[in-house]
């Protein structure tokens, strides 16, 4: 007989390596972002600002959407960043359980496990 709290320990047991291998995707990530925001909102040059006025007002609204989603990324992104440093990475926000070791290694800054965001999502 399988005991089932071990096989889900087991499943969401982080190591050191996996630790660390999750820390430098969330460095990555917030380099990514940080450099994304840079460039969607960063200084308009002459050149920039003449190509600004010839486009769409529809692609400007898109470049503004652009930067409120990577500011968003990169806020989850520093906010697993500190989850880390603070002892408390991997744990649902909401039900307080584990969250599965394989969620985290595709979504790293993940909040909730994969129950509870599914809850959050179908809540309008």
Do not use: W
């Not at 089932?4 to 982080?14: F, I, P, R, W």
């Not at 989850?76 to 408390?88: T, Y």
């Amino acid at each position: 007989m399988v005991n089932h709290q071990t096989t889900v320990e087991s499943t969401t047991h982080l190591s050191a390596q996996d630790l660390a291998a999750l820390r430098e995707n969330l460095r990555e990530q917030r380099l990514f972002r940080q450099e994304q925001l840079r460039q969607l909102t960063g200084p308009v040059t002459s050149r920039t600002e003449h190509r600004l006025q010839e486009q769409a007002a529809s692609q400007v609204e898109v470049r503004v959407k652009l930067a409120a989603s990577a500011r968003m990324v990169l806020a989850d992104v520093e906010a697993a960043l500190q989850r880390m440093d603070d002892g408390s990475y991997g744990t649902c926000h909401l039900c307080r359980r584990a969250i599965d070791r394989e969620r985290l290694m595709i979504v790293p800054q993940a909040r909730y496990c994969a129950h509870c965001q599914q809850v959050k999502e179908a809540i309008p």
